[in-house]
C-alpha cells in the first residue's frame, strides 16, 4: 500500500527545494555580476608553445599572439602574479612563446613532465597556490584541453575561473567554440583582453595610464588613432590660445 506523504512533511520539503534553488541562483549572479578582484587575481599561461600555435585555427595567430602580449604586459604593469607553464617544452610542443616570457619576465615557469592537464601537476598547482589569490585569469592552446582541463579542476577546488577567449586557441573554430561553451556551462567565465584588461586597470587616475594605454594600442591598432587624435587636438588648442 502506497505511503501518503504528511502535508507538513510536503511544505518542508517544498521550502528547502526553494532555499536551494534561490541560493543556487543567487551564487550565479554574484559570480557574473562581481567584477574581478585584482587584488585576489592571478594570470595563468597554460602551453603557449612554438609547436602548438602552428596547429591553431579558430583565430589569425598574429592577433592571438598580440592579445597574449597585452596579457603578459598587464600582469606586470598592473603588478598581477603570473604563472606559466609548458608540456614537454624538449619535444614537438616546442618551447613557451616570446610574447609571454618576455614581457612576463618576473612570472614563474613551471614546467610540466608529460601531464596533460596542468592541474594535475603538482608543481603547477603548489605554484597556484603560493599565490595566495582564487581568481584564475587563464589562456592556453589547445582551448578545449589545455584550458578546458585546468579551468574545469580550478572549479571544483572553489577557484574562481575566467577564461580569455581570444588569447587562446584551437585546431578549428568549432573545437574552440565548444570549449568555451563547456567552459562557461561548468562556471567559469568567459572573456575577453578588451574586457579583462580595463576591469584589471580600473581607473584611468591612475600612474600606469600611459603605460595602460599603449598596451591597449598595440593590442587595439585603432585605439592608437584615437590616442594619436588626442594630443594632435590639444596641440591645436594650445596653439590657439
Known amino acids: 500500500m502506497k505511503k501518503i506523504m504528511k502535508p507538513s512533511v510536503l511544505r518542508a520539503l517544498s521550502i528547502m527545494f526553494v532555499l536551494t534553488l534561490t541560493l543556487t541562483v543567487t551564487n550565479a549572479q554574484q559570480k557574473k555580476t562581481t567584477l574581478i578582484n585584482p587584488d585576489d587575481a592571478v594570470f595563468l599561461f597554460v602551453d603557449h608553445q612554438s609547436g602548438l600555435v602552428q596547429t591553431v585555427h579558430s583565430m589569425p595567430v598574429g592577433e592571438l599572439r598580440k592579445n597574449l602580449a597585452a596579457l603578459a604586459k598587464a600582469s606586470q604593469l598592473l603588478h598581477i602574479p603570473a604563472i606559466y607553464t609548458a608540456s614537454v617544452p624538449t619535444g614537438p610542443n616546442g618551447p613557451t612563446l616570446p610574447e609571454v616570457k618576455d614581457n612576463a619576465p618576473n612570472a614563474k615557469y613551471v614546467i610540466r613532465q608529460g601531464e596533460i592537464?596542468?592541474?594535475?601537476?603538482?608543481?603547477?598547482?603548489?605554484?597556484?597556490?603560493?599565490?595566495?589569490?582564487?581568481?584564475?585569469?587563464?589562456?592556453?592552446?589547445?582551448?578545449?584541453?589545455?584550458?578546458?582541463?585546468?579551468?574545469?579542476?580550478?572549479?571544483?577546488?572553489?577557484?574562481?575561473?575566467?577564461?580569455?577567449?581570444?588569447?587562446?586557441?584551437?585546431?578549428?573554430?568549432?573545437?574552440?567554440?565548444?570549449?568555451?561553451?563547456?567552459?562557461?556551462?561548468?562556471?567559469?567565465?568567459?572573456?575577453?583582453?578588451?574586457?579583462?584588461?580595463?576591469?584589471?586597470?580600473?581607473?584611468?587616475?591612475?600612474?600606469?595610464?600611459?603605460?595602460?594605454?599603449?598596451?591597449?594600442?598595440?593590442?587595439?591598432?585603432?585605439?592608437q588613432a584615437v590616442i594619436e587624435q588626442y594630443y594632435k587636438a590639444q596641440e591645436v588648442a594650445k596653439s590657439e590660445k
Request: aromatic share 8%.
Open 117 to 223: 592537464n596542468a592541474w594535475d601537476s603538482k608543481e603547477f598547482v603548489n605554484a597556484v597556490k603560493a599565490t595566495g589569490k582564487k581568481t584564475l585569469i587563464i589562456s592556453g592552446m589547445w582551448t578545449s584541453v589545455c584550458v578546458v582541463y585546468p579551468a574545469l579542476s580550478a572549479l571544483g577546488e572553489g577557484y574562481t575561473v575566467y577564461a580569455v577567449a581570444d588569447a587562446s586557441g584551437d585546431i578549428t573554430p568549432e573545437a574552440h567554440n565548444l570549449a568555451m561553451l563547456r567552459l562557461t556551462q561548468a562556471g567559469a567565465i568567459p572573456v575577453t583582453c578588451g574586457a579583462v584588461l580595463p576591469e584589471l586597470m580600473k581607473d584611468w587616475r591612475r600612474k600606469e595610464a600611459g603605460d595602460f594605454a599603449k598596451i591597449l594600442a598595440e593590442m587595439v591598432p585603432n585605439f
